[in-house]
C-alpha cells in the first residue's frame, strides 16, 4: 500500500484513510486530485512506435517466409 505524509503535521499513513490519525486534517480531497492521471503524450506515441516495429519486424518474417516457400 502507498504510503502518504500528511502536510499539516508530516505523519505517515496508508493512502486509504480520509482523514490524518494524528491532527485530523482531512485528506481524501486531496488524494482525489492526486489520483488524476497526468496526460503524457509521448507515452502514446512510444506505444504507437513500439507496436510498428513489431509490425515490421512479424512483415520481415513472413516476407522470408514466403520467399523461401517461392523457392522450394
Known sequence: ??????????WEMEGTVPVCPNCGYP??????VSRVPLYDPYSKLEEILRRLRDLE????ELEARLNRVKYV
Do not use: D, I, T
Not at 500500500?1 to 508530516?10: D, F
Not at 485528506?27 to 482525489?32: A, D, V
Open 1 to 10: 500500500m502507498k504510503r502518504v505524509k500528511c502536510p499539516r503535521c508530516g
Open 27 to 32: 485528506l481524501r480531497e486531496e488524494f482525489q
Open 57 to 60: 519486424r512479424r512483415v520481415a
